[in-house]
T-cell receptor
C-alpha cells in the first residue's frame, strides 16, 4: 500500500519556539493532505485540509496563524506550530489522498504521527 | 452534531475469542464510506477495513469483518480469533460523498488477555 511518512516522530521544544512537522507521500502524488490533532485517550480532530498549491482550509476553532500549513508540492505538506506553548503539546498526524473528493475509494493513508511536547 | 458514535467502554477480550466493536453513524448522504482503523500504543493509524454505502455485502479482511446494517446506520467491527497484538484503540470513521475528510468516533479500547 501507499506510504505516508511523517518527520519528526518525536519533538521536544521550549515554549515560544516554532516547530515544523513534515508529511510526505512516498510513492504517490497527494493532491490533498489532512492534519489531525489527537490528545491522549481521545479521538482524532481534523485541524485543516491542505491542497497542493493553494491555501489550507482550517476547521472552526483552529488558529491559522498558530498552525501554519504549507502544501508546496504533491508529495510534501508541512505543519508549523508557531510560538508553541505547553497546551500545544499533542500528537499530530497527517493523512494523504490522491483523490479529489470524488468517489469513495477507501484510499486514505496516514503518517506515523508526530508527538510534540512543549516545555 | 456527532457523526460517529462509539460508546462502549474499554473491553477485555480473551485471546482466541471474537469481539464486536459497535459503531453508529449519522448522515443524510446516500453515498458514503465507513472505515475502521486500529491505533496501537505507538500511535500510527492502521487501516483495517472499508465499507461503501452501496456495497451489498459486508466487507471482510482476514480476521476483520464489518457488520453493516444500513437501515440502522450501524457498522460494527468484528474481530475473530483475537490475538495479543490486537490490543489497541479502534476507531470508526465516515467519509461522505465528495469529501475526502474523515470524521472519527471516540474510539474503543480493546485489551486482549491471554
Amino acid at each position: 500500500g501507499a506510504v505516508v511518512s511523517q518527520h519528526p516522530s518525536w519533538v521536544i521544544c521550549k515554549s515560544g519556539t516554532s516547530v515544523k512537522i513534515e508529511c510526505r507521500s512516498l510513492d504517490f502524488q497527494a493532491t490533498t493532505m489532512f492534519w489531525y490533532r489527537q490528545f491522549p485517550k481521545q479521538s482524532l480532530m481534523l485541524m485543516a485540509t491542505s491542497n497542493e498549491g493553494s491555501k489550507a482550509t482550517y476547521e472552526q476553532g483552529v488558529e491559522k496563524d498558530k498552525f501554519l500549513i504549507n502544501h508546496a508540492s504533491l508529495t510534501l505538506s508541512t505543519l508549523t506550530v508557531t510560538s508553541a506553548h505547553p497546551e500545544d503539546s499533542s500528537f499530530y498526524i497527517c493523512s494523504a489522498s490522491w483523490g479529489g473528493g470524488g468517489e469513495d475509494t477507501g484510499e486514505l493513508f496516514f503518517g506515523e504521527g508526530s508527538r510534540l511536547t512543549v516545555l | 452534531a456527532q457523526k460517529i458514535t462509539q460508546t462502549q467502554p474499554g473491553m477485555f477480550v480473551q485471546e482466541k475469542e471474537a469481539v464486536t466493536l459497535d459503531c453508529t453513524y449519522d448522515t443524510s448522504d446516500q453515498s458514503y464510506g465507513l472505515f475502521w482503523y486500529k491505533q496501537p500504543s505507538s500511535g500510527e493509524m492502521i487501516f483495517l477495513i472499508y465499507q461503501g454505502s452501496y456495497d451489498e455485502q459486508n466487507a471482510t479482511e482476514g480476521r476483520y469483518s464489518l457488520n453493516f446494517q444500513k437501515a440502522r446506520k450501524s457498522a460494527n467491527l468484528v474481530i475473530s480469533a483475537s490475538q495479543l497484538g490486537d490490543s489497541a484503540m479502534y476507531f470508526c470513521a465516515m467519509r461522505e460523498r465528495g469529501n475526502n475528510r474523515l470524521a472519527f468516533g471516540k474510539g474503543n479500547q480493546v485489551v486482549v488477555i491471554p
